[in-house]
Structures are given as C-alpha cells and as structure tokens.
C-alpha cells in the first residue's frame, strides 16, 4: 500500500514492521506521461526508455522495514538520475539564466532533459523555453530529490547510519523473449559503487553474494558505475551508503512489448530473499553503530 504520493511525481511506502535505515529508490519506472510533455517520438518508443516493473519489483522490500521511493513521470521528460545543471544548451530556444555544467552524455542527447530518444529520435521538433524547463524542474526534479534527501537525512539522524539502493533496469543483450540467465553478453546484475567511492565494500559484497548464491553473475562497475543519484547522496565516511543495482530486463520482461516473463514472479521472489538478506545487515550494522556512540 502506498503511504504518500505526489500525483504524477512520486510515490513514497514506508516500512512495515521493525523499520531499519535503507531505502531503496526506482528514478525511472514513471510511466505517467506530462500532458505537456510535447515530444515527437511516438509513445512505443517512449516506453522502451522506461525501467518498467523496476519498482513493483521491489514492493516487497517494505516487509523487511526498509523505504521504497519510485518516481511517477518518466526520465525521458526530465531525469531525476542526472544534475539540474546538466543541460544541453543545443535544446533551449533562449539563454539558461542559471548556471550550467553540460556532462558528456548531455552533448550526446542524454542530460537532464533528452535532446536524443535511443536509438536515434529527434525529442523535439522545436527548442524548449525556460519557462518548460523550469517548471520541469521545479515540479518534478525538485520534489524527487527532496523525497530521497528528506527520507535519507531523517535514517541517518536516527540510526546513525543510512544504506540507498539505487534500483534500475538495462538492456539484455540477445533477444529478449528468449533471454536465460547466465547465458546473455551482459550480467545478470551490475552494482555501481563509484569504484569504492560511495559505499563500503562490505555493504556491496552482502548485495553481490547474496545475488550469486541464488546462481546470478553479478560484475562490479561495469559497465554502470553510477551516476547522480548514488553520487550526490554518498558519503561512506560519514556511514552514508549508496549502491546502483542495475537488473537485466531479460530476466524478467520482453523489451519489444514491455510485459513480463515467467521469469518476472522469480525474480520478484529472489530480491525479496535479497532485501531481507541486506535489510539484517543494516539492523546489525545501526546497532553497532549506536553502541559505538
């Protein structure tokens, strides 16, 4: 059941039993499309950009006391996962009054906003005003980063320690109907920490064992390392943890008409086993933490 909602931003369910401090949050399952949104590209192809199912997915983690945050609108409208500076000035039709810091992905269609919708789709046949992109900013990047620094700041106050699991889907690499664990070019999960940079290896390596003892190949930063959402949130030194989970769609979806496998209600139960595995660790972790201080 969802405990708090911002229509067509966010949603927020918060822990059910013995809540311990990890949140879990999905930036790009939104399918609720802005009906200003104005882009060119039909909605099929809008939709392949999505990480679908990501957060039911994850629904169950509430049991086991952790948050789970998702966003409602896509990331192919604004990108929650990506700086509020990081603009393409090739897509604005005046000056950006504010400042500016364009990543190499925003050059190639891919920042804040997409100039670019894969493989190759013009967004828009027309630049955007300031005006869009603010409101796009101020009622839908804002809030999401508010949600996600509210709720993280609150755990890490009273526990003293906090663990971010940062969740999204990639791209199987063979066809997707037909996709078998273990057999695709690309792993079955990918956990990004910023090469060592946003969380203890320790945090990691529950995540990763875990997965390879239900028989997953897991690879570390490769080829996702992370990016904003585990970036700006991260702070190991100050037990601030945060992990990018990337899951193989063709575990669990056809990529072509986006519904689920059989393999979806297996998947669903292993991070299950999952969650519950890390969410112990958290509660053994805050009450050494707790003791320490």
């Known amino acids: ?47 392949r950009a ?87 900013i101020e009622d839908y990047w804002r809030p999401y980063h508010a949600m996600l620094r509210g709720r993280l700041d ?15 889907s990639m791209p199987a690499s063979s066809t997707p109907a037909r996709a078998v664990r273990n057999t695709l070019r690309r792993a079955d999960f990918v956990l990004g920490d910023r090469d060592g940079q946003s969380c203890d290896g320790e945090f990691r390596d529950v995540v990763r064992t875990c997965l390879e003892e239900m028989g997953y190949q897991v690879r570390i930063n490769d080829p996702y390392r992370g990016v904003e959402l585990v970036r700006a949130y991260s702070d190991p030194f100050r037990a601030r943890h945060s992990l990018q989970i990337e899951i193989n769609r063709g575990l669990y979806m056809n990529e072509v008409t986006l519904e689920p496998l059989d393999g979806y209600w297996t998947l669903r139960r292993d991070l299950n086993r999952m969650v519950e595995r890390v969410a112990e660790f958290v509660r053994i972790t805050a009450r050494r933490q707790a003791a320490a201080d």
């Open 154 to 168: 609150d755990l890490h106050q009273r526990f003293g320690c906090v663990y971010h699991l940062n969740c999204h």
């Open 50 to 136: 999505e990480d679908c199912h990501v957060d039911a997915l994850f629904t169950g983690a509430t049991a086991f006391g952790a948050t789970l945050l998702a966003a409602l609108f896509p990331r192919s409208y604004i990108d929650p996962n990506r700086a509020e500076t990081d603009l393409d000035p090739a897509l604005l039709a005046d000056g950006w009054p504010g400042r500016i810091k364009t990543s190499d992905k925003a050059k190639l269609g891919h920042g804040l906003i997409w100039r670019v919708c894969p493989p190759d789709y013009a967004m828009y046949d027309r630049l955007l005003s300031v005006e869009e992109v603010r409101h796009r």
């Open 1 to 47: 059941m969802v405990s708090f909602q911002i229509p067509g931003v966010l949603y927020l369910d918060r822990p059910r039993g013995s809540e311990v401090p990890l949140l879990l949050d999905s930036p790009h399952s939104g399918a609720h499309y802005p009906e200003d949104f104005g882009t060119r590209v039909p909605l099929q192809v809008l939709r």
